[in-house]
């Protein structure tokens, strides 16, 4: 794998989304090549269903390297904002306490009750992984439409 510099800003973003990439394959237990091979299945599919009867179309958009940063760049932001937070909370062992009373600035516990984190790899957390990616939530998904059309307006 190559070193991603970070003097530049987008050197900066890079290492975060490789770092963010490493820690969903962790979560989901796949590797790289798993990760990345679902993704595009899902970018190809997403592009074939929307120009299904256009095939020029398909592929100058498919091919294009504005639309794949815009594809790439929407994944990153769904790993961030939607599944990362939840998967992390789910893989994190919590404690929580019960019945606490407070007297005279003085915290008595009654007890601490653990809830054990679900395993990395656990088919829950792929199911939620590769729902948040599908390619057929996304295109009826109003605000990612929005940002799809509006770089499709761009390469044309």
């Given at each position: 794998?190559?070193?991603?510099?970070?003097?530049?800003?987008?050197?900066?973003?890079?290492?975060?989304?490789?770092?963010?990439?490493?820690q969903v394959c962790i979560i989901i237990n796949?590797?790289?090549?798993?990760?990345?091979?679902?993704?595009?299945?899902?970018?190809?599919?997403?592009?074939?269903?929307?120009?299904?009867?256009?095939?020029?179309?398909?592929?100058?958009?498919?091919?294009?390297?504005?639309?794949?940063?815009?594809?790439?760049?929407?994944?990153?932001?769904?790993?961030?904002?939607?599944?990362?937070?939840?998967?992390?909370?789910?893989?994190?062992?919590?404690?929580?306490?019960?019945?606490?009373?407070?007297?005279?600035?003085?915290?008595?516990?009654?007890?601490?009750?653990?809830?054990?984190?679900?395993?990395?790899?656990?088919?829950?957390?792929?199911?939620?992984?590769?729902?948040?990616?599908?390619?057929?939530?996304?295109?009826?998904?109003?605000?990612?439409?929005?940002?799809?059309?509006?770089?499709?307006?761009?390469?044309?």
């Amino acid at each position: 794998m190559k070193t991603i510099a970070t003097a530049t800003h987008i050197g900066a973003v890079r290492q975060t989304n490789q770092s963010q990439v490493q820690q969903v394959c962790i979560i989901i237990n796949w590797s790289e090549e798993q990760y990345c091979n679902y993704l595009f299945e899902q970018y190809v599919a997403f592009v074939e269903l929307l120009f299904e009867r256009y095939p020029i179309m398909q592929k100058q958009v498919l091919y294009n390297p504005v639309m794949r940063g815009f594809w790439n760049n929407e994944v990153n932001k769904r790993n961030k904002n939607e599944f990362l937070n939840f998967a992390v909370d789910l893989t994190t062992r919590k404690f929580e306490l019960i019945k606490a009373q407070i007297k005279s600035h003085e915290i008595i516990l009654a007890g601490v009750e653990c809830t054990e984190p679900m395993p990395f790899g656990a088919p829950y957390l792929i199911d939620e992984f590769m729902l948040t990616h599908n390619y057929l939530r996304l295109r009826n998904d109003e605000e990612f439409m929005h940002h799809y059309n509006r770089t499709l307006k761009l390469i044309r």
